[in-house]
């Protein structure tokens, strides 16, 4: 009896640590994307926005102000990340996953932010759905500091932008 049960603890774990590679499991990584709510991400755009933004090429321009309404929130949160063809495929997050965003993202999003929302995460992928352990908010390499920015006034000074 002790024999089978050995063998049968021992084909758990065997299996435990070969199933994830075997099947395509990606356990506990890092991944970084844009993150947003599952209305917006499983339909590839924000609602009353098909045909306008196409979420599937250009994710960064889901619009932040939408990430905290009510329904967006209710229906949880997932990441577009890049894939080898250089479109954008979403992830959902677990309940425990869109809790945790709202935790420690939601909150750090401003007023000023009104879209490209990067964020970095860790956790597992199965099919279309990350289990997550953690997740940040980036900021965009491409985004310039305010000191960055020029002023660009017309040369009679009246400060309109040309």
């Known amino acids: 009896m002790r024999r089978q049960i ?45 045909g306008v933004i196409d979420l599937t090429k250009n994710p960064e321009n889901h619009i932040a102000m939408c990430l ?18 250089g479109k954008y495929k979403y992830y959902a997050f ?30 597992t992928v199965i099919d279309a759905t990350i289990t997550i352990t953690s997740a940040e908010l980036v900021k965009p390499k491409n985004e310039k500091s305010k000191s960055d920015k020029t002023d660009k006034t017309d040369k009679a000074g009246s400060g309109m932008m040309m």
């Open 6 to 50: 050995t063998l049968v603890g021992m084909m758990l774990f065997v299996a435990s640590v070969f199933i994830p590679f075997v099947f395509g499991v990606d356990v506990d990584t890092e991944h970084t994307g844009y993150l947003s709510d599952s209305l917006c991400g499983n339909a590839g755009f924000p609602e009353g926005y098909k």
């Open 94 to 123: 677990d309940t425990k996953g869109s809790d945790l965003v709202k935790k420690n993202i939601l909150d750090k999003i401003t007023d000023k932010m009104t879209k490209n929302i990067l964020i970095s995460v860790k956790g």
């Open 68 to 85: 905290k309404m009510d329904n967006c929130t209710k229906a949880g949160y997932g990441i577009f990340m890049k894939q080898k063809d």
